[in-house]
Every structure is written in structure tokens, then in C-alpha cells.
């Protein structure tokens, strides 16, 4: 009976050393997604120039006269000049499209720019 009290205590260590050392690892694990999943989170372009490429889409899409070129195309030449990828432009547009007065904000500054290369051309 004694053997088997101490032999049970051992089992019972074991298995609390074991479950301790997953426990910290499944710790350690989630602190890690959750540091990378916030630090990409908030990974978005400066206002100043998402607005300079959101502006040279549309001016690219309202310039080309080649039927044969898409809009994904355009689209993907503008980003390849600013060496963004796709993906952050998207998240970027999504994040100030998330509320309106983020996107009215966003909006009011693309025009300025307009306004402004407009100036600059016609001088």
C-alpha cells in the first residue's frame, strides 16, 4: 500500500510538471499571436500617402484608353510604383472606410490633392 501511495504521488507529479510545461507553452504561444496579430493590425499607410496612391488609381482608370488593360491591372502598376503591396492598400482603404467621418476626412483630402494637381498642370 505505501508503494503504491508514493508511486501514485510520482504519476501525479509527473503529470503536473507535464501539464504545467504545456500550459506555459500554450501561454507563451498566444502571447505571441496576440503581439503579432496587434503590431499587423495597425499596420496601415500614412493618410498623406494613401491618398497620393488612391488619387493615381483613379486617375489611371479615368486616363487609359486601352480596353484590353483591367482595373486590377491599373491598380497593381500604381502600387508596384509605390512598392505597396495590395494587401496593405486594402487594409488601409478599410480602415479609414470603417467609419464615415474617418472616410469623409480621407475623402475632403484626396479632392485637395486633386485641386492641387490640377493647379499644378495648368500653370
Do not use: G
Request: charge should be negative; glycine fraction near 0%; hydrophobic fraction near 40%.
Amino acid at each position: 500500500m505505501i508503494i503504491d501511495y508514493y508511486s501514485h504521488q510520482n504519476y501525479k507529479s509527473f503529470f503536473s510538471l507535464f501539464n504545467l510545461k504545456i500550459l506555459k507553452f500554450l501561454i507563451y504561444q498566444i502571447l505571441i499571436a496576440l503581439l503579432i496579430f496587434n503590431c499587423s493590425e495597425n499596420e496601415i499607410l500614412p493618410e498623406e500617402e494613401l491618398v497620393k496612391i488612391y488619387v493615381d488609381i483613379l486617375i489611371a482608370q479615368d486616363t487609359t484608353t486601352n480596353e484590353s488593360i483591367t482595373i486590377d491591372s491599373l491598380k497593381a502598376i500604381v502600387l508596384k510604383s509605390y512598392a505597396v503591396p495590395e494587401s496593405l492598400y486594402v487594409k488601409s482603404i478599410d480602415y479609414y472606410n470603417s467609419t464615415p467621418a474617418k472616410w469623409e476626412e480621407f475623402f475632403n483630402n484626396a479632392t485637395k490633392y486633386v485641386e492641387k494637381l490640377k493647379t499644378n498642370s495648368e500653370e
